[in-house]
Antibody, heavy 122, light 110 residues
Framework: QLQLQESGPGLVKPSETLSLTCTVS??????????WGWIRQPPGKGLEWMGS???????YYNPSLKSRVTISVDTSKNQFSLKLSSVTAADTAVYYC??????????????WGQGTLVIVSS | QSALTQPASVSGSPGQSITISCTGA?????????VSWYQQHPGKAPKLMIY???NRPSGVSNRFSGSKSGNTASLTISGLQAEDEADYYC??????????FGGGTKLTVL
């Protein structure tokens, strides 16, 4: 059973780069059935898809974040990562890593990591 | 890209049925059968309840059902139970090869 776990700093200073890593266990990140992505949720607000990556390196980004977001994959470590540059307080959120399961013409977000809170503050 | 439109809140009494709508455009909800619904309890990660508009994952109660008409998808919960109280989010694939979420709906079981 696939499981995902986020890791990274919980506090980032304004104007710096937020970096998070998601470790996939219970299966291979090179699965043809999954894209891998990041979804965030500001406190008390809704979910926002940030972007997704295939194990080959193909990426798709939310246009509203595209200039600041980079998602990469390390198949040797079964991990994928998020970098968000020039952060402000508005980037304070719980960040979830999630698989985008794509099988037999279907797609949905899952499994999900437990989420990690990142606060942007000096 | 704008979020899909959901009502901010809905409520119902135990045993009743409620429906949550999710309105988008022909470039997302209306153009693809890739609408999914997620349940989120406070402090927890979202849980998949419906995928591909109408399909229910194994383990999800058959009290949950999904449908779509035009640019609006809907989640119906029948036989409301106290544990159904949560936030619900819809999501859709878009013609730009991106994904959109709805703003979320808080379900209160009275």
């Amino acid at each position: 059973q696939l499981q995902l776990q986020e890791s990274g700093p919980g506090l980032v200073k304004p104007s710096e780069t937020l970096s998070l890593t998601c470790t996939v266990s219970g299966g291979s990140i090179s699965s043809s059935s999954h894209y891998w992505g990041w979804i965030r949720q500001p406190p008390g607000k809704g979910l926002e898809w940030m972007g997704s990556i295939y194990y080959s390196g193909s990426t798709y980004y939310n246009p509203s974040l595209k200039s600041r977001v980079t998602i990469s994959v390390d198949t040797s470590k079964n991990q994928f990562s998020l970098k968000l540059s020039s952060v402000t307080a508005a980037d304070t959120a719980v960040y979830y890593c999630a698989g985008l399961t794509m099988v037999r013409g279907s797609n949905w977000f899952g499994p999900w990591g437990q989420g990690t809170l990142v606060i942007v503050s000096s | 890209q704008s979020a899909l439109t959901q009502p901010a809140s809905v409520s119902g009494s135990p045993g009743q049925s409620i429906t949550i709508s999710c309105t988008g455009a022909s470039s997302d909800v209306g153009g693809y059968n890739y609408v999914s619904w997620y349940q989120q309890h406070p402090g927890k990660a979202p849980k998949l309840m419906i995928y591909d508009v109408t399909n229910r994952p194994s383990g999800v109660s058959n009290r949950f059902s999904g449908s779509k008409s035009g640019n609006t998808a809907s989640l119906t919960i029948s036989g409301l139970q106290a544990e159904d109280e949560a936030d619900y989010y819809c999501s859709s694939y878009t013609s730009s090869s991106t994904w959109l979420f709805g703003g979320g709906t808080k379900l209160t079981v009275l």
